[in-house]
């Protein structure tokens, strides 16, 4: 009997050839190329401390091109987890190359991690050489968390942010210096927060995959809200760097649905700062692998709101067609859909419904077995990014992501007198 047909996996979406992956990092053109990693168990569709770190590869930041493992446990690593990767400055010639920081735990308590340096063995950055431990939990600091350095120059000097959470339930960005990323030393908190403060939103009681992103004259601090036991949202914090504290002048909610996390930052070819996330409960209907990276999106400040959209890339292909009340267009199994005024719209499989998006006040409900929500801040235009697994859904006031379950002969019809613009992506 022949071997049946592999399930569908997305098509501009990285998933793993097979096993879990999570957290996607390092997004960065080197080479001719875009480097990507993620965190990855390559033996399960569960996750395990014992994380990897993968690599792929990408003309086009759409499809990717797995490459070997670049960093494993061993080595004094009972698990290679998140952090990031730091290119040399153009400007200076005194510096170390590329480097790539990592936090290594020991998996019979992964409360606390260590961060190391690692440097590529060539330029095809298949292999990474471990190096020391450059930074950990200072003395006397009690913390249900301590994870997942960020490196960036921030026009002074070198820093490292690493993310926390206090025992009392204060997240926490701890922050490092260098001249040179040769020696690094602690500088106290960057910024605190407890979980009892909720205005205008919530942010946890810790604080993952920090990442410090310069935009529009500001500084952004986007974080991971956790607490213990339970993962929840993408937020952030804007504000500006004083005498190296982050001080904030507002805090929001950038992810919804049940997908975004672990987001961590780039810079495109143009210069322009995006991110990059895991999205949860991507999986493999035959049960192969489990977990996929969101497209890449550009980020823009709209006074204290932060606003992300996908790479262009994903989202100036070929016209297929406009769908109207009444006269439902064909959608391709990768899509961008740009949805104008309406009061709903319905994604249909077969004709038969799967997902339907409508408008209640200044709030858009996205609807499938649950019903999520994502604040429309005003915007009258919704873009819809469709690519057979997943759906991610975008608005000016946040962006919201769901898996969805295998489907042919996709459909989309507004309802009232809007229109939907269907695309090819890729």
Known sequence: MADAAPAPRPLVHLTPETGWVNDPLGLTWSGGRWHLFTQFVPDQVEWAATCHWAHAVSDDLLRWSHRPVALAPGDGDGGVWSGSVVLPRDTADDEPGPQLYYTAVDVEDVTVGRVRVATPVDDSWDRW?????????????????????????????????????????????????????????FAGELVRRATTERDPVWTGAG??????????????????????????????????????????TAWGRLGYGPSYYASSTFRDREGRPGLIHWLRGVEDPGGRWAGAASVPQVLTLRGNRLVARPHPVATGGSVVGTAHEGAPVA???????????????????????????SREGDILVVADDARHFVPLDGGDEV????????????????????????????AVEPTGPGQVVVRQVG
């Open 129 to 185: 050489a471990k190096g020391p431990v450059v930074a950990q939990l200072p003395q006397g600091v009690e913390v249900d968390a301590f994870r997942d350095p960020f490196v960036l120059h921030d026009g002074t000097t070198w820093r490292m942010v690493l993310g926390g959470g206090l025992t009392d339930g204060t997240a926490v960005a701890f922050t490092w210096t260098s001249p040179d990323r040769r020696e690094w030393t």
């Open 207 to 248: 604080w993952e995959c920090p990442v410090l992103v310069p935009l529009d004259g500001r500084w952004v601090l986007v974080v991971s809200v956790w607490e213990p036991g339970a993962l929840h949202w993408v937020g952030y914090g804007v504000g500006d760097l004083v005498d190296g504290r982050f001080v904030a």
């Open 331 to 357: 959608v391709p199994e990768a899509a961008w859909l740009t949805w104008s005024r309406g009061s709903a719209l319905t994604l249909t499989a077969g004709g038969v419904p799967l997902l339907r998006l």
């Open 383 to 410: 873009g819809i990014l469709v690519d057979r697994l997943v759906v991610e859904v975008f608005t000016d006031g946040g962006i919201l992501a769901v898996p969805v379950p295998p489907a042919a002969d996709l």
